[in-house]
């Protein structure tokens, strides 16, 4: 693959040619050289460049200018196709008019038209004795919708289940998380001094004042000072430091 400067802005207008025929914008790149494993990303990524729709835009603009598409010109077909009259494809008579006497109106709605000629006799005998004309008409119902839609008579309601009360879970949601960590800061503060003085209790040094400790069955009680019986091992204060759910009183 050509990766110049010549070569991508070459691969950019090979596919901005290609993609104006289907609107396809994976086949596009394949057909303008990238590789057919990344073409729908490459696709992808041509379209969001502004140089790139900017060229399709105008491709496409050039194009409804050539052919007068137009809103207008849209609107008004549609109106034929919901608007037109049956009588007017028969004489008074009942038998069919011939295509040129159809008002063109009325000729717009017709998407489908079938000829047969009948014969009577046989042999040297058989000779023509007349047609047979079918004609299939447009849906109004169709066009009928489109009309109304762009009047907004018609909307779409788009049901979604499994959101009832949704947005109220969320809220209730966000309310515990709100109040645990609430909770939790409260926690800290209160075992933050109990932390400090079990500290000062594992140290090698007495105690200058009466600290509270902690006995095996992890009730609190006030240290004997003189005796340094009732003070906590290192032990005991590893695992009571290393806690996060007992909080003292």
């Given at each position: ?19 104006l025929l289907d609107q ?51 609107k008004e077909e549609i ?48 000779g023509l004795a007349g ?119």
């Open positions: 693959m050509d990766r110049s400067k010549g070569g991508v802005h070459q691969r950019r207008t090979r596919f901005v040619k290609e993609y396809n914008a994976t086949r596009a790149a394949v057909a303008a050289g990238y590789s057919e494993k990344t073409a729908s990303v490459q696709g992808h990524q041509l379209l969001s460049k502004p140089d790139i729709r900017q060229a399709i835009d105008a491709a496409n603009a050039e194009v409804n200018s050539k052919l007068d598409l137009t809103v207008q010109r849209v109106f034929r196709l919901c608007f037109y009259d049956p009588a007017v494809f028969f004489n008074e008579n009942g038998s069919p008019k011939a295509m040129h006497e159809i008002p063109e109106d009325a000729r717009r709605a017709i998407v489908g038209f079938e000829t047969a000629e009948l014969f009577e006799g046989t042999g040297q005998d058989r047609y047979i004309k079918k004609f299939k008409l447009a849906s109004k119902d169709r066009a009928l919708e489109l009309a109304a839609r762009h009047l907004k008579m018609l909307t779409d309601r788009v049901e979604v289940s499994g959101l009832v009360g949704l947005a109220e879970r969320l809220n209730k949601a966000r309310k515990r998380a709100a109040e645990y960590k609430l909770e939790q800061g409260k926690r800290e503060l209160e075992r933050a001094p109990v932390n400090d003085a079990l500290r000062n209790c594992c140290s090698s040094e007495a105690p200058s004042s009466p600290l509270i400790a902690f006995n095996s069955t992890t009730n609190f009680s006030l240290p004997n000072r003189t005796t340094r019986s009732g003070y906590p091992s290192p032990t005991q204060c590893s695992l009571y430091l290393s806690s996060t759910t007992f909080c003292p009183s």
